[in-house]
C-alpha cells in the first residue's frame, strides 16, 4: 500500500517523540520514501542520526544546514504525498490552528497541498483543555486529519487521554488515507509484457527486442493506484514488485495459456507484450551443427493472445498495444475493431526515443468510441501514469 509513497514525517517536541524511531522503521519497511523534518526542541528527545540511519534521509530541523545551505521548505512540501506529525504538541497545534509560522516545520505545513495526518500527545488537562478541543477542530476544518490520542499512564504520571497513538496505528491509518484515496482500489488486473522467445533448438530462438519496460511500468503505475495486479511477464530483466502476482513464461503458447488462466473476473486487461508471431513449425532436440551454407527454417503462426481475449471478453475493459513502422493510425484503428478492443495504445518504432529497449516512448490513445489523444515522448513510467489515468477516466 505505501510502496513508493512519499512520506514526509514532522516530529515535534514531545516525550512520544522517541516512538518516531519506530514509525519511521514501519513505514520504510512497507516500501515508502521517507524525509524528515523536526522542530529544535523535538531533538530532545531522539537524535537526528538515529533518525537519518532508519530513513536513509537526512533530517531537517533549520531553514539552513551547517554549510547554510538553504533547506527548501516548498520542495519539501512539493515531495510529500502525505505531510504525518507525530508527536503534535499542544504548542504546534496552537500554531497550526493559528497561521504561526516560526519554524521549518510550520513553513512545510502551511506550503503543504497534500493531506496533513496528526497524532496529539500530551498530558491529560492538557488534552482536554477547551483551546486544545477548539483547536482540533480548527485544523479538522482545514481539512487536516486527527488521529485521536489515546488512553493510557502518561509521562507526567497521570492516567487517560493524551497518548500518542502507537506507531502500528499510524501506519493503519495512513495506509487507509492510501487506500481510499487510490482510483482503482478493489480492481483486478492483468498485464502481459515483454518479448516471447520461440525455440529453433537447445540453445536458439526467434525473439524480438522487447524489454519489458512499458508493461512493468504499467503494472507498477496500476499497484500505486490501488489494483491488484497479475503481470504475464516474457523474458526480462525488468525487477517487479513483489506485490504484483509475477508470472514468467517464455514462448507465446506459456504467455497464451497464463493469459488465458487469468483472465476472467479481471477488471482491466492491458496486452503490451511483444509476443513472436511465428515459431519453427519443428523443434530441433539438438543443437543444429553449422553444416551447410544455408539453413531453412518453417514457421507457423504462433497463437493471436488478443484477438483470443476479445472474443471472450465480457465485463473487462481490454487494451492492446500496436507498434508499428508505418501507417501507424490507419494499423492501430483497424486493430482496435478487429480484435473487439475498448482502448489500443500505438507507437512508432520509427519514432526515436520510443518502442523496443528504450527509457521512453511516445504514445497515442485511441478508444472504440474514436477518441484519440496524443502524448508527448516521456519517460515511460511518465507514460504509464498516462495511459492508466486514461483507463481510470474511460472506466
Request: some cysteine.
Amino acid at each position: 500500500m505505501l510502496h513508493q509513497k512519499n512520506i514526509l514525517l514532522g516530529i515535534t517536541g514531545g516525550i512520544a517523540a522517541y516512538k518516531c524511531a519506530e514509525l519511521v522503521r514501519l513505514f520504510v519497511k512497507q516500501g515508502a520514501n521517507v524525509k524528515v523534518v523536526t522542530t529544535k526542541s523535538a531533538l530532545d528527545f531522539i537524535t537526528p542520526k538515529t533518525l537519518s540511519v532508519l530513513s536513509k534521509n537526512q533530517v531537517i530541523s533549520d531553514f539552513f544546514d551547517a554549510n547554510n545551505n538553504w533547506n527548501n521548505h516548498v520542495h519539501l512540501a512539493e515531495w510529500a504525498d502525505v505531510f504525518v506529525i507525530a508527536p503534535l504538541t499542544a504548542n504546534t497545534l496552537a500554531k497550526m490552528a493559528t497561521g504561526v509560522c516560526d519554524n521549518l516545520l510550520l513553513a512545510t505545513y502551511l506550503s503543504c497541498k497534500t493531506k496533513t495526518i496528526v497524532a496529539p500527545a500530551m498530558d491529560l488537562d492538557m488534552y482536554q483543555h477547551p483551546t486544545t478541543k477548539n483547536n482540533i477542530q480548527k485544523i479538522e476544518s482545514y481539512g487536516n486529519l486527527v488521529i485521536p490520542a489515546q488512553s493510557g499512564e502518561l509521562a507526567s504520571g497521570l492516567v487517560g487521554e493524551g497518548r500518542m497513538a502507537e506507531p502500528t496505528d499510524i501506519l493503519a491509518f495512513t495506509e487507509n488515507f492510501f487506500k481510499k484515496n487510490q482510483k482503482l482500489f478493489g480492481k483486478t488486473v492483468l498485464i502481459n509484457a515483454g518479448p516471447t522467445y520461440e525455440a529453433i533448438d537447445p540453445v536458439r530462438f526467434i525473439g524480438n527486442r522487447s524489454s519489458g519496460k512499458m508493461g512493468v511500468a504499467l503494472a507498477h503505475e496500476f499497484l500505486k493506484q490501488g489494483a491488484k495486479v497479475t503481470l504475464v511477464l516474457g523474458p526480462s530483466s525488468q525487477k517487479v514488485n513483489d506485490k504484483i502476482n509475477l508470472i514468467n513464461v517464455e514462448s507465446g503458447n506459456e504467455m497464451h495459456q497464463a493469459c488465458l488462466v487469468n483472465f476472467e473476473n479481471k477488471d482491466v486487461v492491458v496486452c503490451c507484450a511483444a509476443v513472436a508471431d511465428y515459431k519453427p513449425k519443428e523443434v530441433s532436440q539438438q543443437k543444429i551443427k553449422k553444416q551447410n551454407e544455408t539453413l531453412n527454417l518453417e514457421l507457423v503462426k504462433t497463437a493471436d493472445i488478443l484477438a483470443d481475449l476479445g472474443s471472450k471478453k465480457e465485463k473487462q475493459l481490454l487494451v492492446g498495444f500496436a507498434l508499428e513502422t508505418e501507417n501507424l493510425l490507419e494499423y492501430a484503428t483497424a486493430k482496435l475493431k478487429k480484435k473487439n478492443l475498448d482502448i489500443i495504445i500505438a507507437n512508432s518504432a520509427m519514432e526515436e526515443g520510443s518502442g523496443f529497449a528504450t527509457d521512453t516512448n511516445k504514445v497515442i490513445l485511441i478508444d472504440k468510441h474514436n477518441k484519440i489523444t496524443k502524448f508527448e515522448l516521456k519517460s515511460k513510467t511518465e507514460i504509464a501514469k498516462d495511459i492508466v489515468e486514461s483507463i481510470i477516466s474511460y472506466l
